[in-house]
């Protein structure tokens, strides 16, 4: 986890630029001279000194732009880390120095596109369908019956869950699958319908996850039955079928902002795996509060199996399955869901 560090921000706004910048459809924008700003840290790069050599004050820049805008903040101890994903990506676009790829990031017309490339450098973990098989084991075996005894009357005959963080589309076909699958064998649920609703802040992720097309080895954990039924040769490749893709819908959002994450309600359950440890402490609040507004009365959040909402919200109770956990929205009106 990223250690926390007391900041004071200080706005730099350099060459008259000023214009709006990386700001999502709805939400305030932010201008240029807005994302130039600095953190100071209180405390010094020790970690850096030891190594011999203090941290060049633009990968620092580069940092505070990360941080700014996705919310993934970089300690000292994970600098190197960033200076290589980011020499990576001044090798890609022919980047001289660390302070010309700052302005890459801050000033070029591109700039929004290039960041999203630089934070996709960072997060080039593997990732393949049915990654937590026991989570949608739950989801089929206990979340969903709950679910439809809450809602079974018309016209409540509707399931919604959200991927947060949804990376190149994993995730929500696997929802998606699993929840056809359990339509498919529950005649009580054949009037019902669902909807998985996916986001992620990188754009190229998400046109990665609509075209829906993926190697064998990613469809490693998917059964047998649902590899024949759910894909279909694409080349030397496998794409999802065209009723699975008709379940998820995907769409850009950045969890940071408040006004972008608005629109997300009603949700029945939440999936957001691998997605908090990126987050600092504050980052993490803010965006399990938005969980909590997103989600219907009693409504299920799913996050990774090294990850926990202790200390982070008081506004959900955990709840254990087979070799798995949820969390669930406490609901005042009702009674708390306790262990199951």
């Not at 560090?5 to 999502?24: A, E, M, N, T, Y």
């Amino acid at each position: 986890m990223p250690c926390r560090l007391r900041r004071r921000w200080l706005l730099r706004v350099s060459d008259g630029i000023d214009g709006p910048l990386l700001g999502s459809k709805g939400a305030p924008q932010l201008t240029h001279g807005e994302l130039r700003m600095r953190t100071e840290t209180a405390v010094p790069a020790e970690n850096w000194r030891r190594l011999g050599k203090a941290p060049d004050p633009y990968l620092q820049r580069i940092r505070d732009v990360v941080y700014q805008v996705a919310g993934i903040f970089q300690s000292d101890e994970n600098l190197p880390f960033l200076e290589e994903c980011a020499r990576k990506r001044m090798q890609a676009v022919d980047a001289n120095s660390l302070r010309q790829y700052y302005d890459r990031l801050t000033v070029r017309r591109d700039r929004e596109a290039e960041l999203h490339r630089l934070v996709g450098e960072m997060n080039l973990g593997e990732t393949c369908f049915f990654r937590n098989p026991l989570q949608l084991e739950a989801l089929r075996r206990v979340v969903l019956p709950a679910i439809c005894q809450d809602k079974n009357r018309p016209p409540c005959h509707h399931v919604r869950v959200w991927s947060a963080g949804c990376a190149t589309g994993e995730e929500p076909y696997s929802l998606a699958m699993s929840l056809m699958e359990t339509m498919e064998a529950e005649e009580t649920l054949q009037e019902w319908t669902f909807e998985v609703l996916a986001t992620d802040w990188n754009n190229g992720f998400l046109e990665k996850a609509k075209e829906g097309i993926y190697s064998l080895h990613a469809l490693r954990h998917v059964p047998p039955s649902l590899q024949q039924k759910c894909f279909r040769p694409c080349r030397d490749q496998f794409q999802v079928t065209d009723e699975v893709k008709a379940m998820v819908s995907f769409h850009p959002l950045n969890l940071l902002e408040e006004h972008s994450v608005s629109w997300a309600k009603d949700m029945d359950a939440i999936f957001c795996c691998n997605v908090l440890i990126h987050f600092d402490g504050s980052a993490q609040r803010q965006t399990i509060q938005r969980f909590h507004d997103s989600l219907l009365p009693n409504g299920y959040l799913f996050v990774g199996n090294s990850e926990s909402l202790y200390g982070v919200s008081d506004n959900f109770r955990l709840v254990h399955f087979p070799g798995s956990t949820a969390y669930r929205k406490v609901c005042l009106q009702s009674p708390a869901a306790g262990v199951i």
